[in-house]
């Protein structure tokens, strides 16, 4: 069946510090990936996408995602964390151009002053 | 430019109720999707509407329905309310069927 994993349901990481978090996904084809984040009280916010070309993946506030096909995985990263992203991350799959997009479950990430 | 924009915030109904929901999107663009957070886990796909015409149905039953209006606004209707569909209903906006999804703030739906 098709699937997005984050497999770490927590983390928490001190400010400055890097940050890495995973999202696997089992589909057989190169899928558009997507990577958002949701503050409390707020919606849903992209934070980068990938759909072809360069795996390596600049977004916003800092964030880049690597795209590995061998690995089936788009974990995103962040060299230098501030208190402020403090939040839920989720990784999201759309298998096919014309599919529906399929959320992860969700990181949440905590900041240590 | 106005994001994504639902109606109403918050919403408290009892079992076996009906519940509207509504959305206007992004201007400009024709695709909406529906989605349910339940506390703690990611986003579930319901509907999406493009050009007014359904393009995908998740996994919910027939006791939800939605529909896309020639402005593009989106209704989520969802019958014979159970304590399940407690949850946080998201709208997303995008240009196209598969393309970068803007999020509205969401409808918090509590059913007792």
């Known amino acids: 069946a098709q699937s997005v994993t984050q497999p770490d349901i927590h983390i928490t990481v001190s400010e400055g510090a890097s940050l890495e978090l995973r999202c696997n996904y089992s589909?057989?084809?190169?899928?558009?990936l997507f990577w958002y984040v949701q503050s409390p009280g707020q919606g849903l916010q992209l934070l980068l996408k990938?759909?072809?070309?360069?795996?390596l993946v600049q977004g916003i506030k800092g964030f880049e995602a690597e795209f590995k096909r061998s690995q089936s995985s788009f974990n995103l990263r962040k060299p230098s964390v501030h208190w402020s992203d403090a939040a839920e991350y989720f990784c999201?799959?759309?298998?096919?151009?014309?599919?529906?997009?399929?959320f992860g479950k969700g990181t949440r990430l905590h900041i240590l002053p | 430019d106005a994001g994504v924009t639902q109606s109403p915030t918050h919403l408290i109904k009892t079992r076996g109720q009906h519940v509207t929901l509504r959305c206007s999107p992004i201007?400009?663009?024709?695709?909406v999707s529906w989605y349910q957070q339940v506390l703690g886990q990611g986003p579930q796909f319901i509907f999406q509407?493009?050009?007014?015409?359904?393009?995908g149905r998740g996994n919910f039953p027939d006791r939800f329905s939605a529909r896309q209006f020639p402005n593009y606004s989106s209704e989520l209707n969802v019958n014979a309310l159970l304590l399940g569909d407690s949850a946080l209903y998201l709208c997303?906006?995008?240009?196209?069927?598969?393309?970068?999804?803007?999020f509205g703030p969401g409808t918090r739906l509590t059913v007792l």
């Open positions: 201007s400009g663009h024709k695709s």
């Open positions: 997303a906006s995008s240009m196209a069927v598969v393309d970068t999804q803007y």
């Open positions: 509407y493009y050009e007014k015409e359904e393009r």
């Open positions: 990938y759909f072809s070309g360069d795996t």
């Open positions: 999201a799959v759309a298998p096919n151009r014309d599919d529906k997009i399929i």
């Open positions: 589909y057989g084809a190169t899928p558009y």
